[in-house]
């Protein structure tokens, strides 16, 4: 019996119900019949930035409206290239037939992975996280690639979130703090120009259970990915230690497994280069919270208090 519910597929059934037929058509080609379980068929993300679902072992994705097509592909291609395969979880073909595109939004398909479990903070892959991000900062460009790939994307989406702060949150209380906060951060340095993820948080990770379900950590999420400062990568979790947020213990796994593994983005002192890529990353972060608290009419969380504290702190300290 087939178990998926009928959707609407055509050209005016909403996005996200097309995407889900989408996934149900590349995950039983030739109309074989769906015998998947419910707990594996559903939406996974829907967010501006983009929309995610799964249907039994492969997962489907609508990228955000207005990715650039040409640097789309290169990172597709980045991650399904054998000299990143030990970094980033591959792509799938596309489906045929099938879109490329939804809605002038790229269309992409991946084999699913188990996340890190957010109910089990004491079990977070911190050290196979840093080694995998050592391991895709000591990556070449593959030959032919390098003069092709785009920027990664950190630095710019730390200014569009203050931009999107500014035209959302412009009363609120906390925004002349974080703006102060903002303007300690000096450009981003064009110095360095290696592979890096752009966007690298603990819900990029997931198990790649091709080979069984204790199969290795990936990366995934290649809209960010691109050449610059390695050290952004490891800003966010910087940023989460700085404020508080992040046990020291965690950290100290965390950056040592890095630097075991030879990665390049820090030297004797980390903070050398982790200081104004963290900063950066704590403005955006509670730029982000200012004005998602203000479009859903909500007073600031705790954690969204603490970096909103935090860029106080930051802006009374000049980075020059």
Known sequence: MDSAPRTPSGPTAPPLLRLTALAHAAAHPADDPCRCASGLVGVLADRDDGTVVRHGGLV??????????????????????????GVFLPPLPPARPGPDALDDRPVTLWPYGPPVAPEDPDAAPWEEAARLLALLHRTPPPPGRAGRLPDMRAPAKAALAVDRMRRTAPDHPATATVLDAWRTVPEASAAYRLLCHGDFHLGQLVRDTRSGPQGPWRLIDIDDLGLGDPAWDLARPAAWFAAGLLPPEVWSRFLGAYQEAGGPAVGADPWD???????ALTVQTAALALAKSTAERRPLDEVEEVMIDTCARISGHRTG
């Open 273 to 279: 280069r982790l200081d104004v890529p963290a900063r």
């Open 60 to 85: 489907a994705k609508a990228h955000a409206p207005g990715t650039d097509p040409e640097a789309h592909r290169v990172r597709l291609a980045l991650a399904a290239h054998p000299e990143v395969g």
